[in-house]
């Protein structure tokens, strides 16, 4: 159960850095 629940911790901060960098790139752009 606990190597579950650090997986989809681990995911999670894999998509919020995902979400930053993909944030930054926009504001580039422009």
Do not use: Q, T
């Not at 919020?16 to 580039?28: G, R």
Request: a positive charge; proline letters at 3%.
């Amino acid at each position: 159960m606990p190597e579950i629940l650090s997986k989809k911790a681990s995911y999670n901060i894999n998509a919020c850095i995902f979400i930053a960098v993909d944030h930054v790139k926009k504001k580039n752009n422009l």
